[in-house]
């Protein structure tokens, strides 16, 4: 039977923890008690835990440092921290209004964006206006690097389906066909046209292409963007995202750093 010390603990608060019982069981940190926390949550362990301070609260101690870790980077109130949370929300929550699009057709956040925002907003950068949300260039796709951008509704709308025709030179095929017959990367192609390319020029001018072997000059030094990924640390799909969609030069090989 737990001795008369576990039960002067009841009413003892420790921590966030207040004792309200002593049950059956003893460990080696002394008899079971039950707790309730401040926050509304329950506890039950060992009272030697709680009288040494071992244990202060149910874990929601925990969850908060968790949270705090979470949100130094000094964007948590920023839009582009509320569209991570969206993302990552309607790709995994069953109650998220939009899950049924999502979350219950297989879309997936990759690893590096659902356990870092520091990772999403290096690889996708600022929101460029309030009119501009996650978009997916590849619909059946996830969301990751290098097959999402910041796009405005109108430009979303027009990502639709590879089975949209295309008409060029009278001819109608899908964008798939057009790419393949042409051999045209196509997803350089489809982006061209979402920006709002005619047709016309999105086949017939160049694409550039960062092939192996090219340098970039940067900060005094000249290296080739895979060089560039190992001195700088910044992932290599990150640094090409970046070259594709046009980002300055400096801002191509700037490590963001946050608060």
């Known amino acids: 039977m737990p001795g ?26 002394g008899f079971l008690v039950n707790a309730t926390c401040e926050c ?24 908060e440092n968790t949270t705090v870790r979470n949100t130094t980077h000094g964007l948590s109130s920023s839009p582009e921290y ?5 993302m990552k929300r309607r790709c995994s929550n069953p109650q998220d209004k939009d899950a049924h699009l999502y979350r219950d057709k297989g879309v997936e956040v990759c690893p590096r964006w659902k356990d870092s925002f520091e990772a999403f907003y290096s690889d996708m950068g600022p929101r460029p206006s309030p009119k501009h949300s996650v978009d997916r260039k590849e619909s059946s796709g996830n969301y990751e690097p290098g097959n999402c951008r910041w796009a405005t509704a109108t430009e979303q709308a027009r990502n639709t389906s590879r089975n949209v025709l295309v008409t060029y030179r009278g001819v109608s095929k899908t964008l798939k066909a057009w790419t393949d017959d042409l051999e045209l990367p196509y997803y350089t192609i489809k982006s061209r046209l979402a920006d709002g390319w005619s047709v016309e020029k999105a086949f017939t001018d160049p694409v550039k292409s ?38 300055p030069l400096e801002a191509v090989f700037t490590n963001m750093k946050f608060k």
């Open 40 to 63: 509304g949550g329950k506890w039950q362990g060992a009272i030697g835990l709680l009288r040494r301070g071992v244990t202060k609260s149910c874990g929601c101690i925990s969850s």
């Open 210 to 247: 960062v092939k192996q072997g090219v340098t970039f000059q940067h900060d005094g030094k000249e290296l080739t963007l895979s060089e560039w990924s190992r001195e700088l640390g910044i992932g290599l799909t990150t640094l090409h995202y970046r070259l594709r969609n046009k980002w």
């Open 4 to 29: 008369k010390s576990s039960a002067t603990s009841i009413g003892v608060k420790f921590g966030r923890l207040t004792v309200v019982e002593v049950v059956a069981g003893k460990s080696r940190n």
């Open 82 to 86: 509320e569209a991570w949370k969206a």
